[in-house]
């Protein structure tokens, strides 16, 4: 496999309180959730980093805060300019179609996304996508909750994200029977805990005891702010 004609899209948004996760906000408080939202989408980009031969871009929301978002991401990465792209679209459905559109007329052969509801994601599942390509054309990693923590795809076609009822826990199977109905070979990934509400940071608190979660576990026991002051 190639590797070097793919490409990932993370997907985040400005880590401003009271706009990212809301589930978590009555729990940790606005401020705690965006400090922890924030500290998992850093989690998520040094796995992406990680994943050998394949480009990252950050596709960011909300478009205005661009400045601020590359401020943020840079801060603990340093140069990564080139690879800021806005999210377009209304729905996610839309959005995900629209990274993966950009990234195939940039001339990549294999397209994945990757949110950042999974901190603890093992990057070998990343690796394991990668190379389920090989023999199907789309793959999805299952999360617990229903959705997808990754979909990938040698072929963008809008009809896998249509009808599909997002944040209902019905997003895998939807998003998989859409696939499979335009004929197209679907793999999928082992499944994964993703962080969204309360009932889940019961699971987070057993896998961040190691040294690469040190800062997740700091915010969720109240310990440094990872986010650099304005």
Not at 41 to 66: N, Q
Request: aromatic share 10%; with cysteine.
């Amino acid at each position: 496999m190639d590797t070097a004609t793919s490409a990932l899209a993370l997907f985040i948004r400005e880590p401003s309180p009271g706009t990212v996760k809301a589930r978590l906000s009555s729990s940790l408080g606005p401020e705690k959730a965006a400090r922890f939202y924030w500290e998992c989408a850093l989690l998520s980009m040094a796995r992406a980093l990680r994943l050998h031969g394949a480009e990252v871009f950050v596709f960011f929301r909300p478009v205005e805060r661009r400045a601020r978002i590359e401020e943020l991401v840079m801060s603990r990465f340093g140069h990564f300019e080139g690879k800021f792209i806005p999210q377009e679209g209304g729905d996610p459905g839309e959005r995900l179609f629209n990274a993966l559109s950009r990234l195939d007329a940039m001339g990549f052969e294999r397209k994945f996304t990757l949110g950042t509801d999974s901190p603890t994601l093992p990057l070998e599942y990343l690796e394991r996508g990668l190379r389920a390509l090989d023999d199907a054309d789309n793959v999805l990693g299952p999360t617990w909750s229903g959705g997808f923590y990754l979909f990938g795809t040698r072929k963008v076609d809008e009809g896998y994200f249509r009808n599909v009822s997002w944040s209902s826990g019905l997003e895998l199977v939807q998003v998989y029977d859409n696939a499979t109905s335009l004929g197209r070979k679907c793999a999928l990934l082992p499944r994964w805990q993703d962080i969204d509400t309360p009932d889940d940071l019961e699971f987070l608190e057993g896998q961040v005891r190691q040294r690469d979660f040190q800062r997740l576990q700091a915010i969720l026991h109240e310990g440094q702010d990872p986010i650099p002051p304005k």
